[in-house]
């Protein structure tokens, strides 16, 4: 099955909005994930992964198996297709749809405070350096990216945790990999 082309900024834009919102529903719901996916979740992981997986709140918890679900249904297909996702394998795959969102462990805050620092970002950073919770939760995609460096990850892993609000076309993974990542973070609760 061949990927779909990568969507312009404005429908980029869209499903990100998209996202947010039923992120926003799904941790108001104060959702957990099923006890199998935090033992499946945590069987793929390393120790030092599992620990800091395990410091993300449950919605956090949940929202990771979902796109981490979703991206293995999704790199099968793809990978029958013959996408090669630049010799990425399937564990580190799932390991990065889990740890995506990482670095929001030591920026933690509730659902109003996430919504409230996404409508912020088109801020200049000089601005949101003095709102400090603030600029410590846009920049969690940076700081999730160290945070798995020491951990030991895989340079895929730590790449996708940094990198998966950017555009496309700022990728330094597979493109294809971080289409099939992406897909399945927008379309996950």
Do not use: N
């Not at 449950?58 to 293995?72: C, G, K, S, Y």
């Not at 580190?92 to 920026?107: F, M, N, P, Q, Y």
Request: aromatic letters at 4%; proline letters at 8%.
């Amino acid at each position: 099955m061949p990927l779909a082309p990568t969507p312009g900024p404005c429908r980029r834009r869209l499903a990100r909005l998209r996202h947010l919102a039923g992120r926003w529903w799904a941790t108001t719901r104060r959702r957990r994930p099923q006890p199998d996916d935090v033992a499946w979740a945590r069987s793929l992981l390393s120790p030092a992964e599992a620990a800091l997986w395990c410091r993300l709140s449950p919605a956090d918890q949940a929202h990771a198996v979902d796109v981490a679900r979703a991206t293995e249904t999704a790199f099968e297909t793809a990978v029958e297709g013959g996408a090669p996702f630049g010799g990425v394998g399937l564990r580190t795959a799932l390991s990065a749809a889990l740890l995506h969102d990482i670095g929001k462990v030591d920026a933690p805050a509730g659902a109003t405070a996430r919504v409230a620092a996404t409508l912020l970002r088109p801020l200049p950073r000089r601005m949101l350096r003095r709102l400090a919770p603030v600029a410590r939760l846009l920049d969690y995609p940076r700081h999730g990216a160290a945070l798995l460096a020491a951990a030991g990850s895989d340079d895929i892993v730590a790449a996708w945790a940094a990198e998966h609000h950017r555009d496309p076309d700022d990728w330094t993974i597979d493109h294809g990999l971080g289409a099939v990542l992406a897909h399945a973070d927008d379309r996950a609760r």
